[in-house]
């Protein structure tokens, strides 16, 4: 049976009103036959059904508007930077002298072997020392400042060369922070007083240099 145009505009707009809740639409079927829709009950001697009818979500209550509208936003935090790994501490050597048993250090690892007389070392034979003994030959003429020739076979055993290499090993992690620190303090206190420029450009890079290795430490 064909339904009037004005009771589709009338379903359609109850659809469209904005309510909260589901509204109860009346569908009336007249006796001959006619079908109407309505928000009221509908009239006697007519067939009467409830619809019901959703006008859409419900609003959101206004406090829980105004409580988010209240709440401070929390900014997003930028992705945690990975720290930097401390500076590898350079490679030191501790040397002790073959001639002497003097010890030094240095980051050049341990020098080459080389010739030294027997005479420094100890052996028999007068060294440079006992050649050149306080109060002897102080004359300024060279013939008079020669030293005494020590034909014995003990002295021609000094004079001869052996060869020696000084005994290293590489330092720690705490013996290497303490000679750069000593270094670093040695040096910084040259440039301090250094007074001219070429001497300040040749300490300022070490000075530099140095403070770059103790951020290992």
Known sequence: MP?????????????????????QVYKCLS?????????????????????????????????AAVTDAAAPREEPKP????SRPPKPLPIV?????????????NRTGPPPPR????GTLGYPGKSLAEAYAPGANVMSAPEFNKPPIDRS????????????????????????CSWLRQQYDQTSDKLRRARFKDEQARLQPQVDELESDLGGC
């Not at 010739?115 to 027997?118: K, M, R, T, W």
């Not at 052996?162 to 290497?176: G, K, S, W």
């Open 93 to 105: 050597w501790l040397c002790t002298n073959a001639e002497d048993g003097a010890h030094y250090a």
């Open 31 to 63: 006796a001959d036959g006619r079908t109407a829709f309505q928000d009221t009950p509908c009239a006697a001697g007519t067939s009467e059904s409830v619809l019901q009818v959703n006008a859409g979500e419900p609003a959101a209550p206004a406090d």
């Open 79 to 82: 992705p945690p930077q990975a």
């Open 153 to 176: 076979p003990g002295s021609s055993m000094a004079a001869s060369y052996t060869q020696v290499q000084d005994a290293c090993v590489v330092a720690t992690p705490e013996q290497t």
């Open 115 to 118: 010739l030294v007389p027997l």
């Open 3 to 23: 339904i009037c145009r004005p009771c589709l505009l009338l379903l359609t707009a109850l659809f469209c009103a904005d309510a909260v809740q589901a509204r």
